[in-house]
């Protein structure tokens, strides 16, 4: 699986949005961006994923860029419980027993 | 009620030991997976299991051994526990079949070894 960079750390206060990019300039065409999120003390949880369309869901938007190399989780109004290491993984879509890889994510702090 | 169990929460072991992680989901999937957790390190694959079958295994050591006596169970078999094996170990699951198969986390077991 191609690899994701992430800036280590980002600060929000409640009630702003929250956007964390993730970039992947060698992903492969077959490779799925997949965002999940850690709390500590505690197992990681699915967020969202995408392939080349935006998509939404109840927890965030996820923004893909065009040319697929880039893309950012968008946490609109974010909690005193959106505070979490955010993992942005690609996995490629014929494996769906395949390993998630883990680097070191973004760690989100929310401020009141 | 809780989806992934994992047992016990809290474990101590002394150098040289033998234990056993449980880990039980009620999700109804047919994949199951090893993760682990050292201190400040990323999240780390160990093994991961389809029908009771061994899929992939990422961990160089003999000395650990996953266990699947139901389809809903994966246990992890650790012995010759060494201080360097303190970490979470977390167990998810996922149903296959389809490309998307999110995994689900437990909330996993610290262990400690002294």
């Known amino acids: 699986d191609a690899k994701t960079t992430q800036p280590d750390s980002m600060e929000s206060t409640e009630g702003e949005t929250v956007h964390l990019p993730c970039s992947h300039a060698t992903i492969s065409g077959n490779e799925y961006i997949y965002w999940y999120r850690q709390v500590p003390l505690q197992g990681p949880e699915y967020v969202t994923h995408g392939l080349q369309q935006n998509t939404t869901n109840s927890m965030a938007f996820l923004a893909i860029a065009s040319d697929r190399k880039s893309s950012t989780l968008i946490l609109p109004h974010v909690s005193l419980r959106d505070a979490a290491v955010y993992h942005c993984?690609?996995?490629?879509?014929?494996?769906?027993?395949?390993?998630?890889?883990f680097g070191q994510g973004t760690s989100l702090s929310v401020v009141p | 009620d809780p989806k992934i169990i994992q047992k016990p929460k809290y474990l101590v072991a002394v150098t040289g030991s033998e234990k056993i992680l449980i880990c039980e989901q009620y999700l109804g999937h047919n994949a199951m997976y090893w993760y682990r957790q050292s201190a400040k390190k990323p999240l780390e694959f160990m093994f991961s299991?389809?029908?009771?079958?061994?899929?992939d295994n990422q961990t160089a050591s003999s000395r650990f051994q996953p266990q699947s006596s139901k389809k809903n169970h994966l246990d992890l078999q650790i012995t010759a526990l060494k201080p360097d094996d303190s970490a979470t170990y977390f167990c998810a699951s996922s149903q296959l079949g389809g490309f998307y198969a999110e995994q689900f986390f437990g909330p996993g077991t610290r262990l400690t070894v002294l």
């Open positions: 299991y389809s029908y009771q079958k061994l899929m």
């Open positions: 993984i690609l996995r490629v879509a014929s494996s769906s027993f395949s390993k998630l890889v």
